[in-house]
């Protein structure tokens, strides 16, 4: 699965001379957090709901809303956006995204191509392309098992699973401490309601399961 999967395309934007009060209601109509600020279709900075709300005097601190909308009216977007923006391409793996954004602890990632924007992916579209592809939506059930680390140990648990349950909603790897080790694990979903024969086949393999669940 790659951005462009996800990615929400021609997304809201704002130019740098636009108001704050601009992009504050930019934001609150469509219920949006980050606003890309674009000169024609090239990207040039970011505003968040947070770098809005920071700039911004509460409305509560003034005298009427007329001298917060005055306020509001005279700061424009490029005097509080961030320039140095991070972005992302179409083509980039999901995960990808997703870890680059932990690591930048950035809450969306505008889409670039040959310098255009051409989308934005927030953290909501990434975990909602996880939760799918880890087949968490579907009624599966949830096994974790110690294994080697190697391929071999995949192979050997995928043979059990699609003899004794069928398929395989999902399957990922961890690490987790297991007999004061740390170890690989894999986290198995799989599409039944009752895991016990599977389980039983598992371990009668040599294999350690940590848990299961429905």
């Not at 294994?147 to 909603?169: C, H, K, M, N, S």
């Amino acid at each position: 699965m790659r951005v462009m999967d996800r990615m929400r395309r021609s997304p809201v934007s704002v130019n740098r001379s636009d108001t704050l009060h601009h992009a504050l209601r930019t934001l609150e109509t469509w219920k949006i957090r980050h606003l890309p600020v674009v000169e024609g279709d090239r990207l040039v900075g970011i505003v968040s709901d947070r770098d809005l709300k920071k700039a911004a005097p509460s409305p509560f601190d003034r005298d009427t809303a007329e001298e917060f909308v005055r306020f509001t009216s005279a700061v424009t977007v490029k005097e509080v956006m961030s320039k140095e923006v991070v972005t992302t391409s179409p083509h980039c793996p999901i995960e990808e995204a997703a870890a680059l954004m932990f690591e930048k602890r950035i809450g969306a990632l505008p889409v670039v191509q040959e310098g255009r924007l051409v989308g934005i992916i927030t953290e909501t579209d990434v975990l909602e392309a996880l939760v799918e592809a880890m087949g968490i939506r579907g009624s599966c059930s949830r096994v974790e098992i110690v294994v080697e680390d190697t391929p071999a140990a995949l192979y050997a648990i995928g043979d059990i699973v699609r003899e004794r349950a069928g398929d395989i909603a999902s399957i990922m790897t961890a690490r987790a401490t297991y007999r004061g080790e740390e170890r690989k694990v894999l986290i198995v979903r799989i599409e039944t309601d009752d895991p016990e024969e599977t389980v039983k086949a598992i371990e009668k393999a040599g294999y350690a399961v940590l848990s299961a669940a429905v």
